[in-house]
């Protein structure tokens, strides 16, 4: 059976690379068979904004249009190739210091889908919720939410149109019309349309500029690789948010959230995610603790992921299939370690990945594990250390991440050495967030962090000196480091378009450059080398 799945990658291969000489003839992008490439930075400029600040509640984008029952922040995500999840919420969200849950069960959750508009043969019914975010200080306010409503609709047809409404017919209270379009079933020749990948929103003018984009880029499908809302850059008595929590509110009894903010993030987002699949993993931001020890209560409630589709039986690590790319989904802030529940689940997932039919392995995390920014740098060494020698193993292509508030991607490497089989990492965490852009690189002078700096939120402290290389015995580099290919402070979006089983296309958009025609800041085409690449993952199969 191995080598049948290896005569097929072969096959495939060779099926492929005929087009895509034609396609590099017709192109002068670079692809990563040219690299490993020289390490290139390109310096902030500083007549852009590092940083803009949040929208307020009452911005036309934020505030709440829908009345009564009636849906609003619609999302999408995908169940499976032939299904989608749908969600919405209904209802007044309340703050305050007493605060009562509504009744999940007073509103209906119905979708109504179909293949022509204004026609909706079928119908799908789900579960609702409520959820709490509780204070019980002097000057904080508690909050609980509106109606949170979660449908499943199977039974579609892969790359298909569907339109939609959503809600209680009974009320009535339906929303209006949405569509989207289903991706294709896994195989090597079918993929979506274009990926579009976004880290560390938030809320701000910059965000703005950042979904506008995106909007513009047309996606089929959304990445959002951690931190949301940054709802945790307040007080729950609200005002402005703060680039520094801990610097504006150092007396704060616990760092606690201003929960409206997920409401607006919710609409703001939804004229892109009621129609395109937004699939989320979490960040730091999302941890939102509670006095109790509840963490993660918006994120885990709010949006609906493959996590029981794809055997984790938790929504902070899944996977999913898109075409022929599978995507695997990890949480850097539950147990990652060897011995835990998702490394195993990770094994066996990363075990039944059928290469002959999804030839592209893409996963994705918060916090990234290269990086060569001061700004959280090793800060999830352990993680890296305990997961690393298995993404390698089964020859992941892409790894994205967010975290740090700026774009880097690396050269191919595995273990801090340049290695044509090691994934092509990115990071993509300047979605335009509060917080501002970062610029300081860790090897430039003055700017390596202290082994003290760069605590993560979980999860221990594993921060080296590097043993072998241009950095041996060093804490940091002195110059750009050799696996880092391209770095630049700027905040954007990635879009990723799989063009075949070997070649994709990754283009890096800046938000400055949505008012150039076809200007963009970093563009590349990804190789996948499976006749090189392919024997230590059948090894690991067998």
Same mark, same amino acid.
């Given at each position: 059976?191995?080598?049948?799945?290896?005569? &097929?990658?072969?096959?495939?291969?060779?099926?492929?690379?005929?087009?895509?000489?034609?396609?590099?003839?017709?192109?002068?992008?670079?692809?990563?068979?040219?690299?490993?490439?020289?390490p290139v930075t390109r310096r902030f400029d500083p007549s852009l904004r590092r940083g803009s600040d949040d929208l307020p509640m009452n911005h036309p984008r934020l505030k709440k249009n829908a009345?009564?029952?009636?849906?609003?922040?619609?999302?999408?995500?995908?169940?499976?190739?032939?299904?989608?999840?749908?969600?919405?919420?209904?209802?007044?969200?309340?703050?305050?210091?007493?605060?009562?849950?509504?009744?999940?069960?007073?509103?209906?959750?119905?979708?109504?889908?179909?293949?022509?508009?204004?026609?909706?043969?079928?119908?799908?019914?789900?579960?609702?919720?409520?959820?709490?975010?509780?204070?019980?200080?002097?000057?904080? =306010?508690?909050?609980?939410?509106?109606?949170?409503?979660?449908?499943?609709?199977?039974?579609?047809?892969?790359?298909?149109?569907?339109?939609?409404?959503?809600?209680?017919?009974?009320?009535?209270?339906?929303?209006?019309?949405?569509?989207?379009?289903?991706?294709?079933?896994?195989?090597?020749?079918?993929?979506?349309?274009?990926?579009?990948?976004?880290?560390?929103?938030?809320?701000?003018?910059?965000?703005?500029?950042?979904?506008?984009?995106?909007?513009?880029? $047309?996606?089929?499908?959304?990445?959002?690789?951690?931190?949301?809302?940054?709802?945790?850059?307040?007080?729950?008595?609200?005002?402005?948010?703060?680039?520094?929590?801990?610097?504006?509110?150092?007396?704060?009894?616990i760092r606690e959230t201003y929960q409206p903010r997920w409401d607006g993030w919710g609409r703001f987002m939804e004229p892109l995610i009621s129609s395109s699949p937004m699939m989320v993993i979490?960040?730091? *931001?999302?941890?939102?603790?509670?006095?109790? @020890?509840?963490?993660?209560?918006?994120?885990?409630?709010?949006?609906?992921?493959?996590?029981?589709?794809?055997?984790?039986?938790?929504?902070?690590?899944?996977?999913?299939?898109?075409?022929?790319?599978?995507?695997?989904? &990890?949480?850097?802030?539950?147990?990652?370690?060897?011995?835990?529940?998702?490394?195993?689940?990770?094994?066996?997932? &990363?075990?039944?990945?059928?290469?002959?039919?999804?030839?592209?392995?893409?996963?994705?995390?918060?916090?990234?594990?290269?990086?060569?920014?001061?700004?959280?740098?090793?800060?999830?060494?352990?993680?890296?250390?305990?997961?690393?020698?298995?993404?390698?193993?089964?020859?992941?292509?892409?790894?994205?991440?967010?975290?740090?508030?700026?774009?880097?991607?690396?050269?191919?490497?595995?273990?801090?050495?340049?290695?044509?089989?090691?994934?092509?990492?990115?990071?993509?965490? $300047?979605?335009?967030?509060?917080?501002?852009?970062?610029?300081? *690189?860790?090897?430039?002078?003055?700017?390596?962090?202290?082994? @003290?700096?760069?605590?993560?939120?979980?999860?221990?402290?594993? *921060?080296?000196?590097?043993?072998?290389?241009?950095?041996?015995?060093?804490?940091?580099?002195?110059?750009?480091?050799?696996?880092?290919?391209?770095?630049?402070?700027?905040?954007?979006?990635?879009?990723?378009?799989?063009?075949?089983?070997?070649?994709?296309?990754?283009?890096? *958009?800046?938000?400055?450059?949505?008012?150039?025609?076809?200007?963009?800041?970093?563009?590349?085409?990804?190789?996948?080398?499976?006749?090189?690449?392919?024997? =230590?993952?059948?090894?690991?199969? =067998?």
């Amino acid at each position: 059976m191995n080598h049948l799945k290896l005569w &097929l990658l072969i096959n495939t291969f060779f099926i492929t690379i005929i087009t895509t000489q034609t396609l590099l003839a017709e192109n002068q992008i670079p692809t990563t068979l040219d690299g490993p490439f020289k390490p290139v930075t390109r310096r902030f400029d500083p007549s852009l904004r590092r940083g803009s600040d949040d929208l307020p509640m009452n911005h036309p984008r934020l505030k709440k249009n829908a009345t009564s029952n009636f849906p609003e922040q619609i999302s999408i995500a995908i169940s499976s190739p032939t299904s989608m999840w749908v969600s919405w919420v209904t209802g007044e969200a309340q703050i305050g210091s007493d605060v009562i849950p509504l009744d999940p069960a007073s509103v209906a959750s119905e979708v109504w889908y179909g293949k022509e508009s204004g026609k909706y043969e079928s119908r799908g019914k789900g579960n609702s919720t409520v959820y709490t975010q509780l204070y019980p200080f002097e000057g904080l =306010s508690n909050y609980t939410s509106g109606i949170i409503h979660h449908v499943r609709i199977d039974g579609l047809e892969p790359g298909t149109k569907y339109f939609y409404k959503c809600g209680d017919s009974s009320i009535p209270a339906m929303s209006e019309e949405h569509v989207f379009e289903t991706l294709p079933l896994p195989s090597p020749n079918a993929y979506p349309h274009r990926i579009a990948i976004i880290g560390d929103l938030g809320l701000t003018s910059n965000s703005s500029t950042t979904i506008d984009h995106v909007i513009v880029n $047309d996606p089929s499908m959304i990445l959002m690789v951690g931190d949301l809302t940054y709802a945790n850059q307040y007080l729950t008595t609200g005002g402005k948010g703060a680039p520094c929590y801990s610097c504006a509110f150092p007396d704060a009894p616990i760092r606690e959230t201003y929960q409206p903010r997920w409401d607006g993030w919710g609409r703001f987002m939804e004229p892109l995610i009621s129609s395109s699949p937004m699939m989320v993993i979490e960040g730091n *931001h999302e941890i939102e603790p509670q006095v109790s @020890g509840i963490t993660f209560k918006s994120y885990l409630t709010r949006y609906a992921v493959p996590s029981e589709e794809s055997g984790s039986n938790s929504n902070f690590y899944y996977s999913f299939d898109a075409g022929g790319i599978h995507f695997v989904m &990890l949480g850097a802030y539950v147990d990652y370690n060897s011995t835990g529940a998702q490394y195993s689940w990770l094994k066996q997932d &990363l075990n039944q990945v059928d290469r002959a039919k999804t030839p592209w392995l893409v996963a994705a995390w918060h916090p990234p594990w290269y990086n060569s920014y001061s700004s959280h740098y090793q800060e999830f060494e352990c993680m890296r250390q305990e997961m690393e020698a298995l993404l390698y193993q089964y020859r992941v292509d892409i790894v994205f991440s967010g975290h740090v508030h700026a774009y880097e991607r690396m050269n191919r490497v595995y273990n801090y050495t340049l290695d044509a089989c090691g994934p092509v990492y990115i990071t993509v965490g $300047d979605g335009g967030n509060i917080e501002k852009v970062d610029v300081d *690189h860790a090897d430039e002078p003055g700017n390596c962090p202290s082994a @003290g700096d760069n605590i993560p939120e979980f999860g221990g402290v594993c *921060h080296i000196n590097f043993s072998s290389g241009p950095a041996e015995g060093k804490f940091c580099w002195d110059k750009q480091p050799e696996w880092s290919a391209f770095r630049e402070s700027s905040f954007g979006h990635g879009i990723l378009e799989v063009v075949n089983s070997t070649y994709a296309l990754w283009t890096w *958009h800046r938000n400055q450059d949505i008012y150039k025609d076809d200007s963009h800041g970093d563009q590349i085409y990804v190789v996948r080398q499976p006749e090189l690449c392919i024997a =230590s993952t059948l090894e690991v199969i =067998s």
